[in-house]
């Protein structure tokens, strides 16, 4: 997922950026309103966070001349104006959703997630290897095997699912599954994986779960396309 982050303030932009690159995303910055059509124009974005207090334009106008585009993002306006008026007035104007600063970036995240699921198809069932998942009746099996997961349990292993391959840190899991910012300093999300490892991999030949060192965990059997590496 591609998020454009339109801001002016450095230390903002910087802190934004970083926070949504650290939860899997890839980020740009436009520092002003003209920077940030070109850089509508010039690629696909998924999302766009957009200020309002921008040096060359006000951030509302931004919003009407990309509303006028044939394809525009959704919108999340990040503001210091935080009054009623000016929020009415954003999302009249087509934003999405409007966050007054200052903000909680794990608020802020959960906006972004609930943007971006919006039109994006959800598969019924997820498979990796012999594990699916189906996603509405919340089930799990493995080799037609039936496997009873806790709720956080579901959660961690349908996000990991979701990105078959990918590393995924415990920074990661933790803001996707519990929405809380990670300090560090707890291991649920250790605790949590040697819950599913117990699971779906210890009476299996094929263990799913793989530590990625200095990183954190990911998902992936070694039923993979042609060209691609197992995992170790």
Request: hydrophobic fraction near 40%; charged fraction near 30%; include cysteine.
């Amino acid at each position: 997922m591609r998020i454009l982050v339109v801001e002016d303030e450095q230390r903002i932009a910087d802190f934004v950026q970083r926070g949504l690159e650290s939860a899997g995303y890839t980020a740009d910055v436009a520092e002003d309103g003209t920077r940030a059509l070109e850089r509508l124009q010039e690629g696909n974005y998924d999302l766009m966070v957009l200020d309002l207090m921008l040096p060359d334009m006000d951030g509302l106008t931004v919003l009407e001349k990309a509303r006028n585009r044939q394809v525009s993002p959704p919108v999340l306006i990040l503001s210091a104006r935080g009054g009623v008026d000016d929020r009415v007035k954003g999302l009249e104007l087509g934003a999405d959703d409007y966050l007054v600063k200052p903000f909680a970036f794990v608020e802020f995240l959960a906006r972004v997630r609930a943007l971006l699921r919006r039109g994006q198809p959800t598969p019924e069932r997820l498979a990796v290897g012999d594990l699916t998942l189906d996603c509405i009746r919340r089930k799990v099996t493995r080799s037609g095997e039936a496997i009873d997961l806790a709720p956080k349990e579901f959660s961690i292993l349908e996000y990991m699912m979701r990105n078959r391959g990918r590393a995924l840190s415990r920074t990661m899991i933790v803001e996707h599954v519990w929405e809380m910012e990670y300090d560090g300093l707890t291991n649920i999300v250790d605790v949590y994986i040697r819950h599913l490892r117990s699971k779906i991999d210890d009476r299996y030949p094929e263990k799913l779960i793989h530590t990625v060192r200095g990183i954190g965990y990911m998902l992936e059997s070694s039923d993979k396309p042609a060209g691609q590496p197992a995992p170790a």
